[in-house]
């Protein structure tokens, strides 16, 4: 079965910095893209932040372009999420996600696999 875990998320000033995790289970992470969604209150699930298979290609919406950096470690069978310069507007549950395939995609339909969330509250 498998399993994605996300953890790091937490209460944070506006300007602060948070890390994100997702670890993995019943699944090998380096065959597929990554993705990290968030869904903020009274609002459709995002993209975020996506990366492919080997690292080598990644995405990010505008809204965070610059500000987060997704990152992979295939050999821990995990994947994170840097987030500085945080925002009131970046509070949200934020969610991994494991492709269907190799590349990254912005597409949430393109992803297999998610995790439970974390909750991220950035104070103004």
């Known amino acids: 079965q498998v399993q994605l875990v996300e953890s790091g998320g937490g209460l944070v000033q506006a300007g602060g910095s948070l890390r994100l995790s997702c670890a993995a289970s019943g699944r090998t992470l380096s065959n597929y893209g990554m993705g990290w969604f968030r869904r903020a209150p009274g609002k459709d699930r995002e993209f975020v932040a996506s990366?492919?298979?080997?690292?080598?290609?990644?995405s990010y919406a505008d809204s965070v372009k610059g500000r987060f950096t997704i990152t992979r470690d295939n050999s821990k069978n995990t994947a994170s999420l840097q987030m500085n310069s945080l925002k009131f507007e970046d509070t949200a549950v934020y969610y991994c996600a494991s492709s269907m395939y190799r590349q990254d995609s912005t597409n949430s339909a393109m992803y297999k696999y998610w995790g439970q969330g974390t909750q991220v509250t950035v104070s103004s």
């Open positions: 990366i492919s298979s080997s690292g080598g290609i990644t």
